[in-house]
């Protein structure tokens, strides 16, 4: 079992940043996939950005220059740097880690004001 427990969420105006943060509650391999989706009201979740076996990095188009995913493998942690936000990102954030299953955070909301 693995507990995901996410941080960094909140209210912040079009333009702001934001960063999240994701600890594994175990040792996770650099080759485990660790990544981030976010769920709209009345969406569906959507990748937002994730780290392939530690080397390559994908990102929704939406996303893309805006947002930096990185990971800190010594602390078992994801990150989800988003600059210049727009209403449009507000969601709720999973976090994932993909072991011989997938888990995931709780969510965090993540609200932009317009």
């Known amino acids: 079992q693995v507990q995901m427990v996410e941080s960094g969420g909140g209210l912040v105006q079009a333009g702001g940043s934001l960063t999240l943060s994701c600890a594994a509650s175990?040792?996770?391999?650099?080759?485990?996939?660790m990544g981030w989706y976010r769920q709209a009201p009345g969406k569906q979740r959507e990748l937002v950005a994730v780290i392939i076996s530690g080397n390559s990095i994908n990102y929704a188009d939406s996303v893309k220059g805006r947002f930096t995913i990185s990971r800190d493998n010594a602390k078992n942690t994801v990150f989800l740097q988003m600059n210049s936000l727009k209403p449009e990102d507000t969601a709720v954030y999973y976090c994932y880690v993909r072991l011989y299953r997938d888990y995931w955070g709780q969510g965090t909301q993540v609200t932009v004001s317009s």
């Open positions: 175990r040792t996770i391999f650099k080759i485990n996939d």
